[in-house]
C-alpha cells in the first residue's frame, strides 16, 4: 500500500490496553473536530466527531475529548485491538468548508 | 467506499507534461476535495468545490488547477508535473446534510519522474 507517512510519532500499545492519540490544534474559530483512521493503502476513515461547545463525545470504544484552552484534542480507544493498528489523524472543520488535517500518529497494536 | 472513484490508481508520468486525475462520485454530494499526502506532512488542502463550476483555492494550490463541470465529477490537472508533485492524491467528498463525515477515495499515486 502507499507509505502514509515515514517520520510520524508513533504509539505502541498492548492488545486489550487503551490508547490514548494526542492532537494540538491552531484555530479556535473551528466549528467541529474530528479523527479519521487510515489503514495502509485506503483513504481517511471517519472515526468520531465532537462540536466546538463539546468537551466530550463517547462512540463504540472511542472517546475524544476536547480542551479548548490549551488547544488540545484526544483520541482514547478502549481496549485496543490490531484491528486498530492504522494512522490516526486528528482535523478540524473550518470556515468556508474547508476540512484541515494535523500531522497524524501511527498506532502499532502488539500482540 | 460511499461511491467514490478515482482514477487513475497508478501513474508515471515525466516532469514537464500535463496530468489530469479524475474523481467520480454517485452520491450527489455538493462538496468535493483534492488532497496530497506526503511523508511527513500528513493532508494537504489543494482546491475544493462547492458546487458545479465553484471552486476555491486550499493550502498547496500552486502549480494545480480544477474543474467541476457537473455534480459527478472533480478533475485535478498538474499543467506542467514538477517531481515535487510526486504524491499520493485523495478525493473526499461531503454533503452537508450528512454531518460532518467527509467520504475519501482510495486515492491514486502519482510518480513524477
Known amino acids: 500500500g502507499e507509505s502514509v507517512g515515514l517520520h510520524l510519532p508513533t504509539l505502541s500499545v498492548q492488545e486489550g490496553d487503551n490508547s490514548i492519540i494526542n492532537c494540538a490544534y491552531s484555530?479556535?474559530?473551528?466549528?467541529?473536530f474530528i479523527w479519521y483512521k487510515q489503514e495502509s493503502g485506503k483513504g481517511p476513515q471517519f472515526i468520531i466527531d465532537i462540536r466546538s461547545n463539546m468537551d466530550k463525545r463517547q462512540g463504540q470504544r472511542v472517546t475524544v475529548l476536547l480542551n479548548k484552552t490549551v488547544k488540545h484534542l484526544s483520541l482514547q480507544i478502549a481496549a485496543t485491538q490490531p484491528g486498530d493498528s492504522a494512522v490516526y489523524f486528528c482535523a478540524e472543520w473550518a470556515a468556508g468548508n474547508k476540512l484541515t488535517f494535523g500531522g497524524g500518529t501511527r498506532v502499532l497494536v502488539k500482540p | 467506499d460511499a461511491g467514490i472513484t478515482q482514477s487513475p490508481r497508478h501513474k508515471v508520468t515525466e516532469t514537464g507534461t500535463p496530468v489530469t486525475l479524475r474523481c467520480h462520485q454517485t452520491?450527489?454530494?455538493?462538496?468535493m476535495y483534492w488532497y496530497r499526502q506526503d511523508p511527513g506532512h500528513g493532508l494537504r488542502l489543494i482546491h475544493y468545490?462547492?458546487?458545479?463550476?465553484?471552486?476555491d483555492k486550499g493550502e498547496v494550490s500552486d502549480g494545480y488547477s480544477v474543474s467541476r463541470s457537473k455534480t459527478e465529477d472533480f478533475l485535478l490537472t498538474l499543467e506542467s508535473a514538477t517531481s515535487s508533485q510526486t504524491s499520493v492524491y485523495f478525493c473526499?467528498?461531503?454533503?452537508?446534510?450528512?454531518?460532518?463525515?467527509?467520504?475519501f477515495g482510495q486515492g491514486t499515486r502519482l510518480t513524477v519522474v
Open positions: 468545490s462547492y458546487g458545479v463550476k465553484d471552486t
Open positions: 484555530n479556535s474559530a473551528s466549528d467541529y
Open positions: 452520491e450527489n454530494h455538493r462538496y
Open positions: 473526499a467528498i461531503r454533503d452537508l446534510r450528512g454531518g460532518t463525515e467527509a467520504f
